[in-house]
C-alpha cells in the first residue's frame, strides 16, 4: 500500500507559476514511477508528466513539454509538479499516482488538489 497526499495547490494568474507537490508514504521501494495527471470539469483526466523512481528519469506529453517539471526529493519521498508559463486551460483537478513495480497502470492516487490559473 502507498500513501499519497497532494499539496500546494491555489490560484495563479496566467503567465504565473505554481508548485504542487505529493508525499508518498508506505511500500514506496516497490514504486516503479510516479504520475501527475489533471482533470478539468466534464474532462477526462489528462497525463502531465512521470518521473521513474530508480533515477528520476521523466516523461512529459507535448501539452505541457517545456512549461511542466517533474522532480524528486528522495529523503522526504515526495515528488512535486513547478508549474511555469500557466495558461487558463491548465486550471484542474492535479493527482499524483504511484505505479508499482510489475504494474501496467497506476495503482495508488492521491485526492488531488486543485489548481486554478485566472485569465
Known amino acids: 500500500q502507498v500513501e499519497l497526499v497532494e499539496s500546494g495547490g491555489g490560484l495563479v494568474q496566467a503567465g504565473g507559476s505554481l508548485r504542487v507537490s505529493c508525499a508518498a508514504s508506505g511500500r514506496t521501494s516497490g514504486m516503479f514511477s510516479a504520475g501527475w495527471f489533471r482533470q478539468a470539469p466534464g474532462e477526462a483526466r489528462e497525463f502531465v508528466g512521470s518521473?521513474?523512481?530508480?533515477?528520476?528519469?521523466?516523461s512529459y506529453p507535448d501539452s505541457v513539454k517545456g512549461r511542466f517539471t517533474i522532480s524528486r526529493d528522495n529523503v522526504k519521498n515526495t515528488v512535486s509538479l513547478q508549474m511555469n508559463n500557466l495558461k487558463p486551460e491548465d486550471t484542474a483537478v492535479y493527482f499524483c499516482a504511484a505505479k508499482m513495480y510489475g504494474s501496467v497502470s497506476y495503482d495508488y492516487w492521491g485526492q488531488g488538489t486543485q489548481v486554478t490559473v485566472s485569465s
Open positions: 518521473i521513474r523512481w530508480t533515477d528520476s528519469s521523466t
